[in-house]
């Protein structure tokens, strides 16, 4: 290792080392080139786009050290480099993430980067519901797109709360982005949202058994739920007509779980949406059909 000097350096013996020992990549990359990129850039405090021409700076005695740490650490525990590093990025937005919430990964980002358009008018959104926020990421990452907007965080668990309070404050977004701790729409008082969003927890307890370690890292509760997977997804159906404005949208990421709810509900005229980048689960409904198939939930 000490022939190895500049960040370039480091990346490739980083990516040489997670292949070798066949580490599961799932939590902002996909491959162990880029886990090892995301992994060095971060130490160095460096962005993630950073441009080529730096690859060939070289690392101080401290940060060599920190980089060849955590590197083994990403091997011997399994974590997700996000654990390791205290940040993960989602909608080319920086997170403050930790063990208590779920590692942002989801494919709404590109949605929210494209201002919810074709589905969504931005710029009649004024009030925005994140349901089961974590650390908060998707509903302050609308914030930041939707500026004009107002948003509530709900979680459940007091810890997610907290990180998601410390990246509100992060991105100054106090102004914008309110945070309440309840179990879904609980301890909510009356309003209506133009648009409701969540990635809830929808893994079965099947599927949770056979998720790769590293996902075994994160928060039970941010990740399985009764019935399938569906209980949750359930209660959001159930109760979301009384909390969506008259045109009101409700934005539902449910993974592997949506052969299943279609299945469940085959009259229910989900709107499932395709992205570019990757992802799917990812169904729409507005208020009026909601309304319309309450029963059905």
Not at 79 to 86: E, F, Q, V
Not at 124 to 152: F, K, P
Not at 179 to 207: M, R, T, W
Not at 268 to 285: A, H, I, N, Q, T
Request: charged letters at 20%; a negative charge; hydrophobic letters at 45%.
């Amino acid at each position: 290792m000490q022939s190895l000097h500049t960040i370039a350096d480091f990346i490739r013996w980083g990516a040489s080392r997670f292949n070798q020992a066949c580490l599961f990549f799932g939590h902002g990359t996909d491959n162990a080139l880029d886990e090892a990129a995301a992994l060095v850039l971060s130490v160095l405090h460096l962005p993630p786009d950073l441009h080529q021409g730096w690859f060939q700076s070289r690392l101080t005695g401290e940060e060599r050290e920190l980089v060849i740490r955590l590197i083994q650490r990403r091997i011997d525990e399994r974590l997700p480099l996000p654990y390791l590093t205290g940040e993960a990025w989602f909608a080319g937005m920086r997170f403050l993430v930790d063990r208590s919430v779920l590692i942002p990964r989801s494919p709404l980002a590109e949605l929210i980067e494209n201002g919810f358009s074709p589905w969504i008018d931005a710029t009649a959104v004024d009030n925005v519901l994140d349901l089961c926020c974590g650390s908060g990421c998707i509903g302050i990452a609308t914030a930041a797109y939707l500026s004009g907007c107002e948003v509530d965080l709900v979680d459940l668990s007091t810890a997610a709360i907290e990180v998601s309070r410390q990246n509100v404050q992060l991105h100054g977004l106090s102004h914008q982005v309110r945070v309440f701790q309840s179990d879904l729409f609980a301890s909510l008082p009356p309003k209506q949202y133009d648009l409701i969003i969540s990635n809830p927890p929808y893994v079965g307890a099947q599927e949770m058994a056979l998720l790769p370690e590293e996902y075994r890292h994160e928060p039970v509760m941010a990740l399985q739920a009764e019935d399938e997977g569906l209980e949750i997804v359930r209660r959001i159906l159930q109760a979301s007509p009384s909390f969506l404005a008259p045109k009101g949208v409700l934005i539902v990421e449910v993974g592997n779980s949506a052969a299943l709810l279609q299945e469940r509900y085959p009259d229910v005229p989900f709107v499932w949406l395709d992205f570019s980048r990757g992802g799917d689960g990812v169904f729409l409904l507005g208020a009026e059909d909601l309304a319309k198939y309450a029963d059905r939930f």
